[in-house]
C-alpha cells in the first residue's frame, strides 16, 4: 500500500455543536479517523479551528463573543482546552500530539518558512500528530475572516502533502446552496478553481467564519503547488477515510504540478519589493519558462530594492507575468538595462511564471 501524507482540516462547525459549544463526540470521530490512517501507515496533520468555541464558556461568556478581544481571550482560554481533547483522545490511541501555531509571518519570512518546514518534518518522522492553528491570540485576520482554510492549504503546500482533505457542514462544492436551491447538484470534479469561483456562498454557520469561497480560495492556493483537494462534509461514516481511499462523496479539485518548497515561498508569500517592466520579446522568453530575465529585456524598473529582494515582472502592457528574486538592484537594472546591456536581471532558477488567470 502506497503511503501518503494527509492533512485535514477540520473547520469549526465540524467540531462544535448546535449551542457553539466543542462537541466531544465529533473530536473522538476525527481523532478516530486520523488514527485508523495512522495504523495504516499514513502520516497525517491536523489544521483544527474551534479555539474560541473551546474557550468562551470558560470566560463567562453565554454565546460566542462578537468582538475581537473577546474572540481573542476566548481562544487564549480554549487553545489550551482545545489540544487537551486532542491529546487524550490521540493518546487513547498511542500517538504523539504536537501544536503547532502560526501566523502569517511564519510563511512570508522565509527562515521562518524553512524552519516551521523543518520542525514539521521531525514530527511526522517521528510518528507524531501535528496540530496546527493560526495563533488567534495575536493573529487579527483569522478571527476577521477564518482563514483556516487558507491556513491549511498553506501547510498542505509546505510539506507536500499528497491530499488535503477540507471537513466542512456541507457535502463539497454544489452549482447552488443546496439549503435554497432543491436543483442544486454537487460538482464532483474540478479542474481549474477559478472556473467555480462565482458558485461559492457565504459562511452556512454562525459559529464558523469562513465559508466556501475560503475554502476556494485555499483550494486554489494548494492545487497550484501540487496538492489535491477534497472538500466533503464530516457527516457521515468516516468521510477522512473514504476521501484518502478515492471513494468519498464531496468534490475533488485536482492539482497541478509539484513546486518545491523554495518555489512556493517565492509564488506564494514572499513579500513583493518592487517591479520590473520588460519588453515583449522577453515577457515571451519568460513565460516560456525556461529562459532567465535578461538585462537587455527590462523596460523599466519601479520601487527602490536589493538584489535578493522579490519582485513582480510586468509586460508592456502591466500585466502581471512571473515574480523573482532580483540579481541586481534597482538603481543598478534603472542604469544598466535595456538593449545593449549585457547580464541577467533574474535567473531561471528564481523565476515563478505566473501565467494566464494564475494570479494569486
Same mark, same amino acid.
Given at each position: 500500500?502506497?503511503?501518503?501524507?494527509?492533512?485535514?482540516?477540520?473547520?469549526?462547525?465540524?467540531?462544535?455543536?448546535?449551542?457553539?459549544?466543542?462537541?466531544?463526540?465529533?473530536?473522538?470521530?476525527?481523532?478516530?479517523?486520523?488514527?485508523?490512517?495512522?495504523?495504516?501507515?499514513?502520516?497525517?496533520?491536523?489544521?483544527?479551528?474551534?479555539?474560541?468555541?473551546?474557550?468562551?464558556?470558560?470566560?463567562?461568556?453565554?454565546?460566542?463573543?462578537?468582538?475581537?478581544?473577546?474572540?481573542?481571550?476566548?481562544?487564549?482560554?480554549?487553545?489550551?482546552?482545545?489540544?487537551?481533547?486532542?491529546?487524550?483522545?490521540?493518546?487513547?490511541?498511542?500517538?504523539?500530539?504536537?501544536?503547532?501555531?502560526?501566523?502569517?509571518?511564519?510563511?512570508?519570512?522565509?527562515?521562518?518558512?524553512?524552519?516551521?518546514?523543518?520542525?514539521?518534518?521531525?514530527?511526522?518522522?517521528?510518528?507524531?500528530?501535528?496540530?496546527?492553528?493560526?495563533?488567534?491570540?495575536?493573529?487579527?485576520?483569522?478571527?476577521?475572516?477564518?482563514?483556516n482554510d487558507t491556513l491549511s492549504a498553506q501547510v498542505a503546500a509546505m510539506?507536500?502533502?499528497?491530499?488535503?482533505?477540507?471537513?466542512?457542514?456541507?457535502?463539497?462544492?454544489?452549482?447552488?446552496?443546496?439549503?435554497?436551491?432543491?436543483?442544486?447538484?454537487?460538482?464532483?470534479?474540478?479542474?481549474?478553481?477559478?472556473?467555480?469561483?462565482?458558485?461559492?456562498?457565504?459562511?452556512?454557520?454562525?459559529?464558523?467564519?469562513?465559508?466556501?469561497?475560503?475554502k476556494l480560495r485555499g483550494a486554489k492556493l494548494a492545487t497550484r503547488a501540487?496538492?489535491?483537494?477534497?472538500?466533503?462534509?464530516?457527516?457521515?461514516?468516516?468521510?477522512?477515510?473514504?476521501?484518502?481511499?478515492?471513494?468519498?462523496?464531496?468534490?475533488?479539485?485536482?492539482?497541478?504540478?509539484?513546486?518545491?518548497?523554495?518555489?512556493?515561498?517565492?509564488?506564494?508569500?514572499?513579500?513583493?519589493?518592487?517591479?520590473?517592466?520588460?519588453?515583449?520579446?522577453?515577457?515571451?522568453?519568460?513565460?516560456?519558462?525556461?529562459?532567465? $530575465?535578461?538585462? &537587455? +529585456?527590462?523596460?523599466?524598473? #519601479? %520601487?527602490?530594492? !536589493? /538584489?535578493?529582494?522579490?519582485?513582480?515582472? $510586468?509586460?508592456? &502592457? +502591466?500585466?502581471?507575468?512571473? #515574480? %523573482?528574486?532580483? !540579481? /541586481?538592484?534597482?538603481?543598478?537594472?534603472?542604469?544598466?538595462?535595456?538593449?545593449?546591456?549585457?547580464?541577467?536581471?533574474?535567473?531561471?532558477?528564481?523565476?515563478?511564471?505566473?501565467?494566464?488567470?494564475?494570479?494569486?
Open positions: 500500500m502506497e503511503k501518503k501524507l494527509i492533512v485535514v482540516k477540520a473547520g469549526t462547525t465540524s467540531l462544535t455543536g448546535p449551542t457553539g459549544d466543542v462537541d466531544r463526540e465529533k473530536i473522538s470521530r476525527i481523532v478516530s479517523q486520523l488514527a485508523d490512517l495512522r495504523d495504516a501507515g499514513h502520516s497525517v496533520m491536523l489544521v483544527s479551528s474551534g479555539a474560541i468555541a473551546a474557550g468562551f464558556r470558560a470566560l463567562g461568556y453565554s454565546s460566542r463573543p462578537s468582538d475581537l478581544a473577546g474572540k481573542q481571550a476566548a481562544a487564549a482560554v480554549g487553545q489550551g482546552l482545545l489540544m487537551e481533547e486532542y491529546t487524550r483522545f490521540f493518546a487513547a490511541r498511542g500517538y504523539v500530539t504536537a501544536q503547532l501555531l502560526l501566523t502569517r509571518e511564519d510563511f512570508t519570512d522565509h527562515r521562518r518558512y524553512k524552519n516551521a518546514f523543518s520542525a514539521v518534518e521531525v514530527l511526522l518522522g517521528r510518528g507524531a500528530v501535528p496540530v496546527v492553528n493560526e495563533n488567534d491570540t495575536v493573529s487579527i485576520d483569522e478571527i476577521k475572516v477564518g482563514d510539506v507536500h502533502a499528497d491530499l488535503l482533505v477540507i471537513l466542512t457542514d456541507v457535502g463539497g462544492l454544489f452549482t447552488a446552496d443546496p439549503s435554497k436551491d432543491p436543483t442544486a447538484k454537487l460538482i464532483p470534479v474540478v479542474d481549474s478553481v477559478d472556473d467555480v469561483l462565482d458558485t461559492a456562498g457565504d459562511s452556512g454557520s454562525s459559529n464558523g467564519t469562513g465559508g466556501m469561497i475560503t501540487g496538492v489535491p483537494v477534497f472538500i466533503c462534509s464530516s457527516s457521515g461514516e468516516d468521510p477522512v477515510i473514504k476521501a484518502v481511499g478515492g471513494e468519498g462523496d464531496g468534490t475533488l479539485f485536482r492539482a497541478d504540478d509539484v513546486l518545491r518548497t523554495r518555489t512556493q515561498w517565492l509564488a506564494f508569500y514572499a513579500p513583493s519589493c518592487g517591479e520590473i517592466w520588460v519588453d515583449d520579446g522577453a515577457a515571451r522568453a519568460v513565460a516560456g519558462g525556461k529562459s532567465s $530575465l535578461l538585462r &537587455a +529585456g527590462v523596460a523599466g524598473v #519601479r %520601487g527602490d530594492f !536589493s /538584489a535578493g529582494d522579490t519582485v513582480e515582472v $510586468l509586460s508592456s &502592457a +502591466g500585466e502581471r507575468i512571473a #515574480r %523573482g528574486i532580483a !540579481s /541586481a538592484d534597482s538603481d543598478e537594472l534603472r542604469n544598466d538595462s535595456g538593449p545593449g546591456a549585457s547580464g541577467i536581471a533574474i535567473h531561471r532558477d528564481d523565476l515563478f511564471v505566473i501565467g494566464p488567470g494564475k494570479e494569486r
